[in-house]
């Protein structure tokens, strides 16, 4: 079985690209399970810039193709913003209710209906030859004032998906992954996967 390299600790998005990697015969590998991986910075301007550099740096490390996705949420009103900062947008990384407090906190003054959002993903698969691949995905919706439904991580409690009424935490898990902008950017790339198993 081939193995592949998910380049996050993030235990959420690891059980996410198990579900939606299921129907492969892949051994997903954590970075929890390599011997002092490196580091990566995610210094760059987009999500390409940092998914590429993270899947590169991975595969050369540890020898296997590795799967590095970065994502966040863009909210128009905040010109953008938390974009490549959302998972250090309170100041923590990772801090989940500190991150969805400020974003509540900073919209607090304008109605739900103007809060228009998406969630941007950009998937990176490199080799440890340094060939690379990228496949991007998106959702569209709005950010609500109250948290609401516990599947899920992140700002999908605060996002809401209109045409399900529902935000992303209330989601039934399959919905979600066919809709998620990980989930749109990864059947995007199952092909690509699906080729290196067969060769």
Same mark, same amino acid.
């Given at each position: 079985?081939?193995?592949? =390299?998910?380049?996050?600790? @993030? *235990? +959420?998005?690891?059980?996410?690209?198990? *579900?939606?990697?299921?129907?492969?015969?892949? %051994?997903?590998?954590?970075? %929890?399970? =390599?011997?002092? &991986?490196?580091?990566?910075?995610?210094?760059?301007?987009?999500?390409?810039? @940092?998914?590429?550099?993270?899947?590169?740096?991975?595969?050369?490390?540890?020898?296997? &193709?590795? =799967?590095?996705?970065?994502?966040? #949420?863009?909210?128009?009103?905040?010109? +953008?913003?938390?974009?490549?900062?959302?998972?250090?947008?309170?100041?923590? *990384? +990772?801090?989940?209710?500190?991150?969805?407090?400020?974003?509540?906190?900073?919209? *607090?003054?304008?109605?739900?209906?103007?809060?228009?959002?998406?969630?941007?993903?950009?998937?990176?698969?490199?080799?440890?030859?340094?060939?690379?691949?990228?496949?991007?995905?998106?959702?569209? +919706?709005? $950010?609500?004032?109250?948290?609401?439904?516990?599947?899920?991580?992140?700002?999908? &409690?605060?996002?809401?998906?209109?045409?399900?009424?529902?935000?992303?935490?209330?989601?039934?898990?399959?919905?979600? @992954?066919?809709?998620?902008?990980?989930?749109?950017? #990864?059947?995007?790339?199952?092909?690509?996967?699906?080729? $290196?198993?067969?060769?």
């Amino acid at each position: 079985m081939m193995k592949l =390299l998910v380049a996050t600790t @993030n *235990q +959420g998005k690891l059980r996410e690209l198990r *579900q939606l990697l299921a129907s492969l015969a892949l %051994d997903l590998v954590g970075l %929890d399970q =390599l011997d002092d &991986p490196p580091v990566v910075e995610e210094d760059g301007v987009t999500f390409k810039d @940092n998914a590429i550099k993270k899947a590169l740096t991975l595969a050369r490390f540890s020898g296997y &193709p590795a =799967l590095a996705d970065d994502s966040g #949420l863009s909210v128009d009103v905040l010109a +953008g913003a938390p974009g490549v900062f959302s998972a250090r947008y309170a100041g923590e *990384q +990772g801090d989940d209710k500190a991150n969805n407090l400020r974003l509540v906190k900073e919209l *607090q003054r304008i109605p739900v209906n103007q809060r228009k959002a998406h969630f941007h993903c950009c998937i990176a698969l490199a080799w440890p030859d340094g060939r690379c691949s990228t496949v991007e995905g998106r959702v569209d +919706g709005l $950010i609500i004032d109250q948290e609401r439904g516990i599947n899920g991580f992140g700002y999908d &409690p605060l996002f809401l998906v209109p045409e399900y009424g529902k935000t992303m935490a209330e989601l039934p898990v399959e919905i979600k @992954n066919r809709i998620s902008h990980r989930g749109r950017a #990864l059947q995007q790339l199952l092909p690509l996967i699906a080729d $290196i198993i067969h060769h």
